[in-house]
């Protein structure tokens, strides 16, 4: 149980996983040094040896979901990657029993999520046609009641491959294939002398509930992509040790590299409630809490005399409804409040410590109205609330706003409608990007006029590419000719000085002149007056 819940873990988690690695190995172990014995005494299945081999390949995901360590994910994909190889699971279609072929669905699926994570795009392409073939042949042979969930899976994964943008390369009509991940040289480094906070990211909670966003394993578009911008580029740990795939768990790196994450797809409020005090009770000193809300609007029904934390609406984070007699409940009195919406009163108790909030959705300007009680380090980042028409047909595959903080580049070239490119303009652009960010950065800290809570979560790597990619997202946007009303722009809590960072000239020079690098230039504002 407290091996594959996603509620917080017990103390002791570690020591619960360290046993449960340990049975595996030697079972594993066990197997292959027995394996004449198992097979012409005991008629071990070749599915069986699959089974266990699947299972291990479970515990490593989930060791990499309480973790964080990326290095887990590429031992987890060792042992899928080996039980495809070695056909494990061939013989399985043989057999007159449905329960054992949902086994192998299963761990199809597993796999899947697996490659979607460490960007293995065209294995997954190759994944899913096996997957489609296999889940046609069990609907035929098995009239089952799950026929319809495996024909949804296959279509959910189907639209989430399609949903992330990519670029043609004209060369060789290659696809450019690039992982999102921090990597090294990947965010400006701090400059000598340069003041900021040392605060880290120890934590964060990455909540989903978009209406019609495409969806995989309990995992959106946009959850996927900031898991993503949370973590580093994975090393493979079965090259640093002389045990390839059997590590366990008590050999992980000294130093946690990457912030513990908690994946939450339409959380209750409780749930929701659960996770954020865990997460704030176990928070170290000199850390910080992150919570990204992805997430539908909820408007408020009327405006009262006072205007409080309470009565701007906020994001829902579950679409539950009551159900009566079998029949869900939709008259709602108008007094009365979205039960699951988590409004930005609900965030106060935990600003005791350092917070970093971002919110996309078509109310996240209910969090403008924040307030910050306890004098701790604050910030939120705000997605627009209104999008042009043609942006609004896209939002399906992901919201523009995260897509910006996930890949800054790709969200460039996807509101200027660019699918494809020569290599070396790619790279050149990459390159420009690359100073971009610099300077960005050397705007949000030689500032005068910036609050000093951006200049306190500047020292960590992660957040601070949040906030520089965040100020790059507001420049384009700004400069776009479609974005002409103020609720397409993102905002921020506390506001960015415009005239030293987001609307400063030399920022429009530079998003201007990646315009002209890549063609695109009829499609911006020369400068800011021009919207106006």
Same mark, same amino acid.
């Given at each position: 149980f407290?091996?594959?819940?996603? %509620?917080?873990?017990?103390?002791?988690?570690? $020591?619960?996983? #360290?046993?449960?690695?340990d049975v595996?190995?030697?079972?594993?172990?066990? /197997?292959?040094? &027995?394996?004449?014995?198992?097979?012409?005494?005991? #008629?071990?299945?070749?599915?069986?040896?699959?089974?266990?081999?699947s299972?291990?390949g479970?515990?490593?995901?989930?060791?990499?979901?309480r973790? $964080?360590?990326?290095?887990?994910?590429?031992?987890?994909?060792?042992?899928?990657s080996?039980?495809?190889q070695?056909?494990? %699971?061939?013989?399985?279609?043989?057999?007159? *029993?449905?329960?054992?072929?949902?086994?192998?669905?299963?761990?199809?699926a597993?796999?899947?999520?697996?490659?979607?994570?460490?960007n293995?795009n +065209?294995?997954?392409?190759v994944l899913?046609?096996?997957?489609?073939?296999? @889940?046609?042949?069990?609907?035929q042979?098995?009239?089952?009641?799950?026929?319809?969930?495996?024909?949804?899976?296959?279509?959910?994964?189907?639209?989430?491959?399609?949903?992330?943008?990519v670029?043609?390369?004209?060369?060789?009509?290659?696809?450019?294939v690039?992982?999102n991940?921090?990597?090294?040289g990947?965010?400006?480094?701090?400059?000598? #002398?340069?003041?900021?906070? /040392?605060?880290?990211?120890?934590?964060?909670?990455i909540?989903?509930?978009?209406?019609?966003?495409?969806?995989?394993?309990?995992?959106?578009?946009?959850?996927?992509?900031?898991?993503?911008?949370?973590?580093?580029?994975?090393?493979?740990?079965?090259?640093?040790?002389?045990?390839?795939?059997?590590?366990?768990?008590?050999?992980?790196?000294?130093?946690?590299?990457?912030?513990?994450?908690?994946?939450?797809?339409?959380?209750?409020?409780?749930?929701?409630?659960t996770?954020?005090?865990?997460s704030?009770?176990?928070?170290?000193?000199?850390?910080?809490?992150?919570?990204?809300?992805?997430?539908?609007?909820?408007?408020?029904?009327?405006?009262?005399?006072?205007?409080?934390?309470?009565?701007?609406? #906020?994001?829902l984070?579950?679409?539950?409804?009551?159900?009566?007699?079998?029949?869900?409940?939709?008259?709602?009195?108008?007094?009365?409040?979205?039960? &699951?919406?988590?409004?930005?009163? +609900?965030?106060?108790p935990?600003?005791?410590?350092?917070?970093?909030?971002?919110?996309d959705?078509?109310?996240?300007t209910?969090?403008?109205?924040?307030?910050?009680?306890?004098?701790?380090p604050?910030?939120?980042?705000?997605?627009?609330?209104?999008?042009?028409?043609?942006?609004?047909?896209?939002?399906?595959?992901?919201s523009?706003?995260?897509?910006?903080?996930?890949?800054?580049?790709?969200a460039?070239?996807?509101?200027?409608?660019?699918?494809?490119?020569?290599?070396?303009?790619?790279?050149?652009?990459?390159?420009?990007? *690359?100073?971009?960010?610099?300077? @960005?950065?050397?705007?949000?800290?030689?500032?005068?006029?910036i609050d000093q809570?951006?200049?306190?979560?500047?020292?960590?790597?992660?957040? *601070?590419?949040?906030?520089i *990619?965040?100020?790059?997202?507001s420049?384009t946007?700004r400069?776009?000719?479609?974005?002409?009303?103020?609720?397409?722009?993102?905002?921020? %809590?506390?506001q960015?000085?415009?005239?030293?960072?987001?609307?400063?000239?030399?920022?429009?020079?530079?998003?201007?002149?990646?315009a002209?690098?890549?063609?695109?230039?009829?499609?911006?504002?020369?400068?800011?007056?021009?919207?106006?």
């Amino acid at each position: 149980f407290y091996l594959l819940t996603p %509620y917080p873990m017990p103390p002791q988690w570690q $020591s619960y996983f #360290g046993r449960t690695f340990d049975v595996y190995t030697k079972l594993w172990k066990f /197997q292959q040094q &027995h394996r004449q014995v198992l097979d012409n005494r005991y #008629g071990l299945k070749r599915w069986q040896i699959g089974e266990v081999a699947s299972k291990i390949g479970q515990l490593y995901y989930h060791y990499y979901l309480r973790t $964080s360590e990326t290095s887990y994910l590429n031992e987890a994909f060792s042992f899928y990657s080996a039980i495809r190889q070695r056909s494990y %699971y061939y013989q399985v279609n043989k057999e007159d *029993r449905p329960e054992l072929v949902v086994k192998k669905l299963r761990y199809y699926a597993r796999y899947i999520v697996v490659c979607l994570l460490l960007n293995k795009n +065209d294995l997954v392409t190759v994944l899913v046609k096996e997957l489609s073939e296999e @889940i046609e042949d069990y609907t035929q042979r098995f009239n089952t009641e799950d026929q319809l969930e495996w024909n949804l899976v296959l279509q959910e994964v189907a639209a989430f491959v399609e949903a992330d943008p990519v670029i043609v390369l004209n060369d060789d009509n290659s696809v450019v294939v690039m992982s999102n991940r921090l990597q090294e040289g990947g965010v400006p480094q701090l400059e000598q #002398g340069m003041v900021v906070g /040392q605060l880290a990211l120890a934590d964060a909670l990455i909540v989903g509930n978009c209406n019609s966003q495409v969806k995989f394993s309990e995992l959106t578009i946009d959850m996927f992509r900031m898991l993503q911008a949370l973590e580093r580029e994975p090393v493979n740990l079965s090259a640093q040790t002389n045990k390839p795939g059997t590590l366990e768990p008590s050999e992980k790196p000294a130093k946690r590299e990457n912030p513990h994450k908690y994946l939450l797809y339409k959380p209750t409020f409780s749930q929701l409630y659960t996770f954020l005090s865990a997460s704030f009770k176990e928070l170290p000193a000199n850390s910080v809490l992150l919570v990204y809300l992805s997430a539908t609007g909820v408007f408020p029904t009327s405006r009262s005399d006072y205007e409080g934390p309470y009565e701007y609406g #906020g994001v829902l984070t579950n679409t539950n409804r009551d159900v009566v007699n079998g029949e869900t409940v939709q008259k709602r009195n108008q007094a009365q409040k979205e039960m &699951h919406c988590l409004h930005p009163g +609900d965030l106060f108790p935990f600003t005791r410590k350092p917070l970093f909030v971002i919110v996309d959705s078509s109310n996240s300007t209910a969090y403008k109205n924040f307030s910050n009680l306890f004098g701790q380090p604050l910030v939120c980042l705000l997605s627009p609330t209104v999008y042009p028409k043609s942006m609004q047909d896209q939002s399906q595959r992901g919201s523009l706003f995260t897509l910006f903080l996930y890949n800054p580049l790709m969200a460039f070239l996807s509101v200027c409608g660019l699918s494809s490119m020569r290599q070396g303009l790619w790279e050149k652009a990459q390159e420009f990007l *690359r100073k971009v960010n610099r300077d @960005i950065g050397q705007m949000i800290t030689r500032s005068r006029v910036i609050d000093q809570a951006f200049l306190q979560f500047y020292g960590d790597e992660f957040l *601070r590419l949040l906030m520089i *990619r965040f100020v790059f997202c507001s420049a384009t946007l700004r400069l776009h000719k479609l974005f002409r009303e103020s609720q397409s722009f993102p905002e921020s %809590y506390p506001q960015l000085p415009k005239q030293d960072i987001v609307e400063s000239t030399t920022l429009q020079k530079h998003v201007l002149d990646l315009a002209a690098m890549l063609d695109v230039q009829n499609l911006f504002c020369d400068g800011m007056m021009d919207n106006y």
